[in-house]
């Protein structure tokens, strides 16, 4: 187990890149000491993962006639997609509907296994190791749209029975569900009222509190600010930025939201027909697309300039 917090800012020398690099094209071979020192310097690697959907299932543009004849059949979801995300880092990928991105968090997350390639979480390999995963991750998946709750439990019998697994001091739980709870905005009425009763929103904020009791290694939220109310918003942003700050979590997340993007995470992914466009911190990605257009642009400006828009049989496809 990983205890050592790298300051992100100081990212060290790219040795496993370098090593990549020198091993033979398509070799999965490790050099002696390399997932040592993976699990010591990255929290998430990606190496040119692929994952591709029904893909043995005629698609509907396998039917039409002319050039469409010749797109894949099914969805390729990852196209030899790699990126590393480090400790302690808050990591946003972006990109337009259908670009891959919830598949990329299912991959982590070890929901998934790569058709191709390889995922690494905190040096363990989410397809041979998914237990390792899973307890990196506080033992739940992914924050995201319709969470699994049972839905006639209230949000405060639901969050006692999921603390169950992690709390080692109930009394200390309790009090920190109320707390956070209550920073989210959960109204006093819908504490105790069946989940299937709540709002959309509402159960959001409940999967939000779930995944920030369990305080995880690793924090993976789909779109977690979708739907919320602009307060509840930023009060999530508020406790992601804390648990990092507080605890060291990392945090991978996928959002929507330029300027959610822009001022909440360290370094962000473009993600776009399952293939990673750019990568960098918000402010280099804007300051390599000003340079080309001679004035000041925003992350907006620059997911338009950088993904496509898809084509109707795209769109068919999805
Ligand atoms: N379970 C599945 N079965 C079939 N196709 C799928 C499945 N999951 C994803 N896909 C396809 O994989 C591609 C990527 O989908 P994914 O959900 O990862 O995109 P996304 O970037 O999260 O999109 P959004 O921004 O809309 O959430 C899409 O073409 C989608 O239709
Ligand atoms: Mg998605």
Same mark, same amino acid.
């Given at each position: ?33 390399? *997932? ?64 891959? %991105? ?49 839905? %006639? ?7 006692? &029975? ?29 504490? &105790?009222?069946?989940? *299937? ?64 993007? *822009? ?9 776009? $027909? $399952? ?10 990605? %804007? ?30 496809? *999805?």
């Amino acid at each position: 187990m990983c205890t050592i917090a790298l300051d992100p800012l100081r990212w060290p020398t790219g040795l496993p890149e370098h090593r990549a690099a020198m091993r033979p094209a398509g070799s999965q071979q490790r050099w002696p000491g390399e *997932e040592i020192e993976m699990e010591l310097t990255l929290a998430i690697r990606v190496e040119d993962a692929v994952k591709a959907f029904g893909a043995k299932t005629q698609s509907p543009v396998t039917r039409l006639s002319g050039p469409e004849m010749a797109r894949p059949r099914g969805a390729v979801a990852l196209d030899r997609l790699s990126l590393d995300v480090r400790p302690g880092e808050i990591f946003g990928l972006v990109g337009p509907n259908g670009g891959g %991105k919830t598949t990329l968090i299912r991959l982590v997350a070890a929901q998934l296994a790569p058709d191709a390639g390889r995922v690494m979480v905190f040096g363990h390999d989410t397809a041979r190791d998914p237990c390792a995963v899973r307890a990196a991750l506080g033992r739940f998946g992914p924050v995201a749209p319709g969470a699994g709750f049972f839905q %006639k439990l209230s949000p405060v019998e639901n969050l006692l &029975y999921g603390a169950r697994q992690f709390a080692a001091r109930p009394a200390e739980t309790r009090r920190q569900m109320f707390a956070i709870l209550r920073r989210l905005g959960l109204p006093q009425a819908a504490l &105790y009222r069946p989940m *299937e009763g709540l709002s959309r929103g509402t159960q959001q904020k409940v999967a939000i509190a779930r995944a920030f009791l369990a305080e995880p290694r690793l924090l993976l939220l789909d779109e977690p600010t979708t739907g919320l109310d602009p307060r509840s918003r930023r009060e999530v942003q508020a406790l992601i930025r804390e648990l990092r700050d507080e605890h060291g979590t990392t945090v991978l997340l996928t959002t929507h939201d330029m300027l959610e993007a *822009e001022q909440l995470c360290d370094r962000v992914a473009i993600v776009d $027909g $399952g293939r990673l466009v750019a990568l960098d911190a918000p402010a280099a990605l %804007k300051q390599r697309l000003a340079l080309t257009a001679g004035r000041p642009v925003t992350l907006e400006d620059v997911f338009l300039a950088l993904t496509r828009q898809p084509t109707l049989a795209e769109e068919t496809d *999805e």
